[in-house]
């Protein structure tokens, strides 16, 4: 069966059992800050398995885009020398939420495996777990299996092979794993568990079956999930090459097209073995797959999080193509063999084809300049290792590799090469202290409510009950909202908060729109008999849960079960409104200007402004710019209606709606439309406006790059745009009033201006030029030091322009000389030059010269052997320097 047979099959026969079919989440996962990347089918069901979250079905089943490059889920290292390990893999799973549990699962696998599938039952081997302290042997799996299998077929493994777990925290369990017999011809000794536990190769892992039971916490203490669930996962790559009688997953029709096409560039075959070219052709094969996914799903190659793991993977991909002779890009060409391969199974590699070819070139133009730049700092720590202990040590390999983004193996060729040892131990001493780093940040940026994490578990409970009922879509205002519990400003549970004091108040239903989306939340007051106290922000306490208003200031004490009125200020809810409409405009313009690849990677939505981050490769002009505000300005002036309406996520998805980038989506969603929907449509739990003409008017005032292949664009709507232009416009005014000029003639009437004031200041320089030049041989300012004649003098009032041609000058007069000039500018700052004889420049160079000087007025700079030019921060030792130049170009003279 070819894989994408053996994909289908799969999910229509768990569909025939009841199983929702459920589309893969995307490879950045929504809502969780814990993951990396989407790293097992169950990522999306998390929260389902934690009693958390429901969904109309109880039983489903995916092929779910899999990312393993961090943390225990690591196979970046393996990829290539091993011939089923991959960065990027599909991932089979069938799923049950409290609905059937192991003596189903296990019958439903067999009978996949057995009777749709026709593998031979007796090359089939299971595992379950053996027992260990505090968790007992799995009698009930075990007792299954044997109703399939003898005896000498089921084995039992403890808990690093059978029991999983998604993270250190999370849903886990006891599992059973199934294994292939690939026959004698592949070495070991044939006896099962033995073979397993060597890790030899006769017995592949084709399908883990986990029996989701508990929930581990920090502390690693299990607790009982509300109902036990079923996990599966089955690799896609692994069980096409059971079923194609290969013993590699990059002999599947999988990989074969792009090692094809790899093989084809390089001039030479695949030969499927161990030799360094046949492992560089699997490296590239597999990293193509994975970067080639992770840009469709909206990352992009940069120094950061899951930017720099995609750079990570590129560049190695990179490296292990001038392994093979292809020094010219040549990763951006293969994109379109991947895409014909898996695009119909995920269509978002067609629709974002042209962005990701775009992404790919761009970042390897990218590391050839990343070569360029950093092989001579390479080169100069490995000319300093080898004058020394002849090892480079792990710290200087490590920027180099951090910084400079030179591989790790590359440095470690070159390294080799040159006869030194490469300190591996100080290179993962520094490389673990950046992961620490990372994992710092993963956890930073987790879910604001969590702060609310020492909820007891009855409190946890009852709040979960009441739900998060949200009215903010309809009303800004609800009368006699219950309070369900309150927190002070440490976020403790209390059972009061006395007046004048700050924290946090849950309500059973609330108007106010919690951040999300890039939306920030709404702000208002509650109200009690005693008056009013101002809410700041809201927060989500977690999934389920109702969210927390933060109370600024309480007129009287606020205690559960008291009454209030919740208001949201309208002011800022409607800028709010505006704003957030507006992006959704803006996004539809941008594809129509710059093209259907930009998608959204970020945005900020707030009553006084909006922000937007989206995929694109170059800087927008000028000219795009003013297209796009026209674009949205003509859509405000239509005043087309706003309409939203919930629908199911999937057939609002195909029905054209557009899903954003890192956003979580349950199975219904709101569907937002402008107009006949023809302009934009997209899924969005936000607050907007009723029409178009509510904004009132959209202007630009910002475009930058935020990262490599994401830009940026800050824009203001309604009184927020007038208020930006009307005082731009009075000093325009104050200009034109100044030129007598018209509107149309104030920038020729600057233009000529500056031109006349650049051509007063040259002539000034000549003539202080010539007049210095002609103190040339002023007392203490020419100095001889063996054949050569030094010039060092201060000049006031310094430009680079100037002592430029007074050191032109200057040096007209010399035979064989050297001029040094520096003063300070009249930015308070230093400017400096040298300029040397040409019969001196194989002696010493002027750049040498302005490097040993600038340092000692806070500076550097460079240039050519003949003339160069430096700047520095402290003229006060401007002097210092000019009475130290003497004694430097002896030193660097050997006089």
């Given at each position: 069966m070819h894989p994408n047979d053996i994909r289908a099959s799969f999910l229509k026969y768990f569909e025939r059992h009841g199983h929702r079919i459920v589309p893969s989440s995307p490879l950045v996962p929504g809502d969780d800050p814990t993951l990396l990347f989407t790293n097992a089918g169950?990522?999306?069901?998390?929260?389902?398995?934690?009693?958390?979250?429901?969904?109309?079905?109880?039983?489903?089943?995916?092929?779910?885009?899999?990312?393993?490059?961090?943390?225990?889920?690591?196979?970046?290292d393996n990829v290539g020398p091993s011939l089923r390990h991959h960065t990027f893999f599909e991932m089979l799973g069938n799923f049950s939420f409290g609905d059937y549990f192991k003596h189903d699962a296990i019958e439903l696998a067999w009978t996949l495996l057995t009777k749709e599938w026709g593998l031979d039952p007796s090359r089939l081997y299971a595992t379950v777990f053996k027992g260990e302290p505090g968790i007992p042997r799995d009698d009930e799996a075990y007792a299954r299996w044997r109703d399939f299998l003898p005896a000498d077929h089921v084995g039992e493994l403890g808990m690093a092979d059978n029991f999983w777990?998604?993270?250190?925290?999370?849903?886990?369990?006891?599992?059973?794993?199934?294994?292939?017999?690939?026959?004698?011809?592949?070495?070991?000794?044939?006896?099962?568990?033995?073979?397993?536990?060597?890790?030899?190769?006769?017995?592949?892992?084709?399908?883990?079956?986990?029996?989701?039971?508990?929930e581990r916490d920090a502390s690693g203490a299990l607790a009982a999930l509300p109902a036990p669930s079923i996990d599966t996962g089955?690799?896609?790559?692994?069980?096409?090459?059971?079923?194609?009688?290969t013993l590699s997953n990059y002999d599947t029709p999988l990989f074969t097209p792009v090692i094809a096409a790899t093989s084809k560039l390089v001039g030479r075959p695949y030969g499927r073995?161990?030799?360094?070219?046949?492992?560089?052709?699997?490296?590239?094969?597999?990293?193509?797959?994975?970067?080639?996914?992770?840009?469709?799903?909206?990352?992009?190659?940069?120094?950061?999080?899951?930017?720099?793991?995609?750079?990570?993977?590129?560049?190695?991909?990179?490296?292990?193509?001038?392994?093979?002779?292809?020094d010219e890009p040549f990763l951006h060409e293969l994109v379109d063999v991947l895409v014909a391969e898996m695009g119909d199974a995920y269509p978002e590699l067609k629709a974002g084809r042209a962005a990701i070819v775009q992404v790919v070139r761009?970042?390897?133009?990218?590391?050839?300049?990343?070569?360029?730049?950093?092989?001579?700092?390479?080169?100069?720590?490995?000319?300093?290792?080898?004058?020394?202990?002849?090892?480079?040590?792990?710290?200087?390999?490590?920027?180099?590799?951090?910084?400079?983004?030179?591989?790790?193996?590359?440095?470690?060729?070159?390294?080799?090469?040159?006869?030194?040892?490469?300190?591996?131990?100080?290179?993962?001493?520094?490389?673990?202290?950046?992961?620490?780093?990372?994992?710092?940040?993963?956890?930073?940026?987790?879910?604001?409510?969590?702060?609310?994490?020492?909820?007891?578990?009855?409190?946890?409970?009852?709040?979960?009950?009441?739900?998060?009922?949200?009215?903010?879509?309809t009303d800004t205002r609800l009368q006699g909202v219950p309070i369900l519990a309150?927190?002070?400003?440490?976020?403790?549970?209390?059972?009061?908060?006395?007046?004048?004091?700050?924290?946090?108040?849950?309500?059973?239903?609330?108007?106010?729109?919690?951040?999300?989306?890039?939306?920030?939340?709404?702000?208002?007051?509650?109200?009690?008999?005693?008056?009013?106290?101002?809410?700041?922000?809201?927060?989500?306490?977690?999934?389920?849960?109702?969210?927390a208003h933060r109370v600024e200031s309480t007129l009287a004490e606020i205690r559960p079960r008291d009454l209030v009125m919740a208001e949201v200020d309208v002011r800022l809810r409607d800028a709010t409104r505006r704003n957030h409409t507006a992006t959704h405009l803006l996004h539809a313009a941008l594809r129509q200007v710059l093209g259907p690849h930009v998608k959204q990677a970020g945005s900020l939505v707030a009553p006084d402004r909006l922000r937007f981050d989206f995929v694109h490769f170059s800087a927008v002009t000028g000219d795009e710019v003013l297209r796009i505000e026209q674009i949205v300005n003509e859509a405000i002036l239509r005043n087309e209606p706003v309409t939203t309406a919930v629908r199911d996520t999937q057939e609002?998805?195909?029905?054209?709606?557009?899903?954003?980038?890192?956003?979580?989506?349950?199975?219904?969603?709101?569907?937002?439309?402008?107009?006949?929907?023809?302009?934009?449509?997209?899924?969005?739990?936000?607050?907007?406006?009723?029409?178009?003409?509510?904004?009132?008017?959209?202007?630009?005032?910002?475009?930058?790059?935020?990262?490599?292949?994401?830009?940026?664009?800050?824009?203001?709507?309604?009184?927020?745009?007038?208020?930006?232009?009307?005082?731009?416009?009075?000093?325009?005014?104050?200009?034109?009033?100044?030129?007598?000029?018209?509107?149309?003639?104030?920038?020729?009437?600057?233009?000529?201006?500056?031109?006349?004031?650049?051509?007063?200041?040259?002539?000034?320089?000549?003539?202080?030029?010539?007049?210095?030049?002609?103190?040339?041989?002023?007392?203490?300012?020419?100095?001889?030091?063996?054949?050569?004649?030094?010039?060092?003098?201060?000049?006031?009032?310094?430009?680079?322009?100037?002592?430029?041609?007074?050191?032109?000058?200057?040096?007209?007069?010399?035979?064989?000389?050297?001029?040094?000039?520096?003063?300070?500018?009249?930015?308070?700052?230093?400017?400096?030059?040298?300029?040397?004889?040409g019969n001196v420049t194989a002696r010493i160079k002027a750049g040498q010269i302005v490097k040993e000087l600038a340092p000692m007025v806070g500076g550097g700079g460079g240039g050519r052997p003949d003339f160069a030019e430096a700047g520095g921060k402290d003229p006060a030792q401007v002097d210092a320097m000019l009475a130290a130049a003497p004694e430097v170009v002896k030193r660097l003279l050997g006089a």
């Open positions: 169950m990522n999306q069901f998390k929260d389902v398995f934690l009693g958390r979250e429901r969904r109309e079905y109880t039983r489903a089943t995916s092929s779910q885009k899999c990312m393993r490059v961090s943390g225990k889920h690591n196979d970046l777990a998604m993270g250190d925290t999370g849903p886990c369990g006891r599992c059973s794993e199934i294994y292939y017999d690939r026959g004698a011809t592949v070495p070991g000794t044939g006896r099962f568990i033995e073979d397993v536990e060597s890790g030899g190769e006769r017995f592949v892992e084709i399908w883990n079956n986990v029996f989701m039971e508990f089955m690799g896609l790559e692994r069980i096409s090459a059971v079923m194609q009688g073995s161990m030799e360094p070219a046949d492992v560089s052709m699997r490296v590239v094969a597999d990293h193509l797959r994975a970067m080639t996914f992770l840009i469709a799903d909206g990352v992009v190659p940069s120094n950061e999080w899951r930017g720099y793991v995609l750079r990570k993977i590129m560049r190695r991909a990179m490296r292990h193509g001038r392994k093979l002779g292809l761009a970042e390897e133009e990218r590391f050839d300049a990343v070569l360029t730049s950093g092989l001579p700092r390479l080169e100069e720590a490995l000319e300093r290792a080898a004058a020394g202990a002849r090892v480079l040590p792990g710290d200087e390999a490590f920027k180099l590799y951090d910084t400079y983004g030179l591989p790790r193996d590359f440095i470690e060729d070159l390294a080799s090469n040159q006869g030194l040892r490469f300190d591996a131990e100080g290179f993962e001493r520094e490389m673990e202290a950046q992961r620490e780093k990372a994992r710092a940040k993963s956890g930073f940026e987790g879910k604001k409510g969590e702060d609310f994490r020492f909820l007891s578990g009855e409190a946890r409970a009852a709040l979960a009950d009441a739900g998060d009922v949200f009215e903010g879509y309150v927190f002070d400003d440490r976020k403790r549970q209390v059972e009061s908060l006395p007046p004048g004091a700050g924290g946090w108040v849950v309500l059973a239903r609330t108007p106010f729109y919690v951040e999300a989306g890039g939306q920030v939340s709404d702000q208002g007051w509650l109200e009690t008999p005693a008056g009013r106290s101002r809410v700041g922000g809201v927060v989500r306490l977690g999934p389920g849960l109702p969210r609002a998805i195909a029905a054209g709606a557009m899903a954003l980038f890192g956003e979580k989506y349950g199975d219904k969603v709101r569907v937002v439309s402008i107009g006949d929907g023809q302009f934009s449509t997209e899924l969005c739990g936000g607050t907007h406006v009723r029409a178009t003409g509510d904004i009132g008017a959209f202007l630009v005032t910002e475009e930058t790059g935020v990262a490599a292949g994401v830009r940026r664009i800050e824009a203001l709507t309604g009184l927020g745009a007038l208020g930006y232009v009307r005082p731009r416009l009075q000093e325009f005014e104050k200009v034109r009033s100044y030129l007598n000029a018209d509107s149309d003639q104030v920038l020729t009437r600057l233009e000529a201006r500056l031109q006349g004031l650049e051509k007063a200041v040259k002539d000034r320089d000549r003539k202080l030029a010539r007049a210095a030049a002609g103190g040339a041989g002023a007392e203490g300012e020419r100095v001889t030091i063996g054949d050569v004649t030094l010039v060092a003098r201060r000049v006031d009032e310094a430009s680079k322009d100037l002592l430029r041609s007074i050191a032109d000058q200057i040096k007209s007069t010399l035979t064989t000389g050297i001029v040094f000039l520096a003063g300070p500018t009249a930015e308070g700052k230093v400017a400096m030059v040298a300029s040397v004889t």
